[in-house]
């Protein structure tokens, strides 16, 4: 998702089993990370960006598969 510098996104989700859950971005060959959470049912936020990039929203299931819901708003 493309946030140039400064904008803010909301988001809020919630799992069914722990999960990783991470927004990063990549330059070059290195990857940043202002937001990582470890083994969470949930989080929520708002996210501001601190340099315009495409951000990545990663969630990654840790033992077991897991439901996903919510959403991201300007």
């Excluded at 140039?4 to 996104?9: D, F, Y």
């Excluded at 202002?34 to 501001?48: C, E, I, L, Q, S």
Aim: net charge positive; hydrophobic share 35%; with cysteine.
């Amino acid at each position: 998702m493309r946030v140039e510098k400064g904008e803010k996104r909301r988001y809020h989700w919630k799992a069914s089993a722990p999960v990783d859950f991470n927004i990063h971005r990549h330059e070059g060959n290195e990857v940043f990370y202002p937001v990582k959470r470890t083994a969470m049912r949930g989080d929520g936020g708002t996210f501001t960006a601190d340099v315009g990039a495409d951000y990545c929203w990663m969630w990654t299931a840790r033992d077991k598969p897991a439901k996903l819901e919510g959403g991201i708003a300007k």
